[in-house]
């Protein structure tokens, strides 16, 4: 499912127009991005939490070469889906 078929079916189940809709999930997302940003959690009971954590600094491989590389750390998204969402997907 791409965004618009995502706004369609949101639309769709809200009854709030499209544009409405599409407003509401900008929002949505640049707000969760901000807060990840920051290194906050943003937690929605039931669907799940969004977190960021550090990936470490690690030696990698290139595959075409083989030779070894060093890969640098950084901050990664994590999402771990709530009990209802797990309970849903089957």
């Not at 127009?17 to 990840?36: E, G, N, P, Y």
């Not at 950084?74 to 999402?79: A, L, P, S």
């Given at each position: ?70 890969i640098a750390a950084k901050n990664v998204v994590k999402f771990k889906p709530g ?8």
């Amino acid at each position: 499912m791409n965004k618009a078929q995502l706004v369609d079916q949101m639309a769709e189940k809200s009854g709030l127009t499209k544009a409405d809709t599409k407003k509401a999930l900008d929002a949505f997302v640049d707000a969760t991005s901000a807060a990840l940003k920051t290194k906050d959690r943003v937690a929605l009971v039931g669907f799940g939490t969004f977190s960021v954590v550090e990936r470490s600094a690690r030696t990698g491989r290139n595959p075409q070469t083989g030779k070894e590389i060093q890969i640098a750390a950084k901050n990664v998204v994590k999402f771990k889906p709530g009990s209802d969402l797990s309970g849903n997907v089957k």
